[in-house]
């Protein structure tokens, strides 16, 4: 008996997402987020377009063969081709399912197919049934269908049901609809066409209502949501499948329908999705973006502190983010401050905070945020009013850039101590970064690994941002920093980083414990 509140998430990462620029995968990247969908329990998981490629195909064979659970689905236009290269590279599977589509509205009719409504009726009826000589689950979307007139729609989706479709998918292919608009379609196909199907939903993001319309779809009697990891997908986009999940997750009472997705592996799936393609997640995304959980504002600080409901309806542990992150900044007030430093391991009075407070807004002012290392100069004392942390500044960095076969890229790195040595050292490495890196390691005695390097380019200032965060024997330092060039500026966030070492070295100070990142 299937439960008429379950929601199914079909999880389009791989098919929809992988189609938009800059998100195409390899098929190990691919077997990378299928795992992660795996984890998080997704339902079905469309694992590519078979007949696109022979990569594709391999994609989806490689997926159907190595993932267990949920069913595995691939996409195939309304051909026996398609539907055939489907069913070979499905093979595999323990569950699986042809999804198969077919353009309804005028513009796909009369532009694109060049069929009348009648030959696309009879084209979804055969198609359909020659899927299921295949496979028992198949799925039918009619392509473009909230700008399908709603009577031929109806006869479409009644073609389909009547050839064996399990499951109907009504796409938004051009992200046009309204959560009104799609909330009523819903009910008039439900009304309309028997209980035994699941009608799904599918829409695009170009007018910023992907999750709106799709949880608005949920409300018509739509039980099946068609989403990607960080709403990836053509154009602007998928429906979030982490914004939806959590939409109804957070907002049972509103909503009254559930779904089986594991939220803790949320945040992780986000990241590997994020690795594997290079696109990182953008900061203020919601539910899994870095500030989605962090706080930097005093008041909300405040709030938080006391209760963190006061500002948060989610627990950032709830969708697999570490713990909630007490940003420090200019906006920060004492009570984060002091927090922070406790938690860093410091039992240090409420005079001491009043004291060391000026220093903190100052060094705030002149950087994005404040870090553990930062606080922990302020607390023994030795921030210099530059802003700087640390005892090394840079004085000259020439890159090896262009090199001979047999030799190996190198830096030349001078640097100047505040007691006034002043060291250079040449270093072959990798690259030429990688080379300064090891040389500035080499100048200052830190044995900084590293571990994170954001690499940012502000187009409209010019400028490129880096952020570095690295090891030094099992304990992290993050610097920042700003530059024309982008190996001046990964260089001189690395530097930054490594100030902050050599400065915790030379206080003497050993950290207890480290609290929420910064
Ligand atoms: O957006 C769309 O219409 C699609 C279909 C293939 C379902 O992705
Ligand atoms: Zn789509």
Known sequence: ???????????????????????????????????????????????????????????????????????????????????????????????????TFIGTSPLHRDA????????????????????????????????????????????????????????????????????????????FLTANS?????????????????VANSLAAVRGGARQIECAINGIGERAGNCSLEEAVMALSVRRD?????????????????????????????RNKAIVGRNAFAHEAGIHQHGVLADRRTYEIMEAESVGVPSNALVLGKHSGKHAVAARIKALGFDVSQ??????????????????????????????????TDGRIGPWRM???????????????????????????????????????????AAVCAITGVPGAISILDLHHVASEGVVRAEAVIDVEGESFAGKAQEVDIADAAVAAFVAAVNQAAAMRASGVKRVKVGAGA
């Open 395 to 437: 004085r000259k960095t020439e890159l090896r850039v262009d090199f001979e076969e047999d030799e190996k890229p190198f830096a030349r790195i001078t640097m100047e101590h505040d007691n006034g040595d002043r060291r250079t050292v040449t270093h072959e490495g990798e690259g030429p970064i990688d080379a300064a890196f």
């Open 351 to 384: 005079r001491k905070i009043e004291d060391l407070f000026p220093d903190f807004k100052h060094l705030a002012d002149t950087c994005r945020e404040v870090t553990d290392a930062d606080l922990v100069r302020l607390v023994t004392g030795n921030a210099k």
């Open 194 to 210: 028997p209980g035994h199907v699941t009608f799904s939903t599918h829409c695009h993001d170009d007018l910023g209502m992907a």
């Open 112 to 187: 694109k197919l060049k069929m009348s409504k009648g030959q696309i009726i009879d084209r979804i009826g055969e198609i359909v049934a020659f899927a299921r000589t295949f496979v028992d689950d198949v799925e039918f979307s009619p392509e473009d269908a909230i700008r399908t007139e709603r009577d031929y729609l109806l006869e479409a989706v009644r073609a389909a049901i009547g050839a064996g479709a399990t499951t109907i998918n009504i796409p938004d292919t051009v992200g046009y609809t309204t959560p009104e608009e799609i909330t009523d379609l819903f009910r």
């Open 254 to 282: 509103f909503f009254g329908v559930s779904t089986q997705i594991e939220t803790t592996m949320l945040y992780p799936a986000s990241v590997a999705l994020a690795r594997v393609t290079h696109n990182p997640i953008p």
């Open 1 to 99: 008996m299937t439960d008429k509140n379950h929601v199914k998430i079909f999880d389009t990462t791989l098919r929809d997402g992988e189609q938009a620029p800059g998100f195409s995968m390899s098929t190990d990247a691919k077997l990378i987020v299928a795992r992660a969908l795996a984890a998080l329990n997704v339902d079905i998981i469309e694992a590519g377009f078979a007949a696109a490629s022979p990569g594709d195909a391999a994609s989806v064979k490689t997926i159907a063969a190595e993932i267990d659970g949920p069913i595995i689905c691939s996409l195939a236009r309304a051909n026996a081709g398609d539907i055939e290269a489907a069913a070979r590279a499905l093979d595999p599977a323990r569950k699986k399912r042809i999804h």
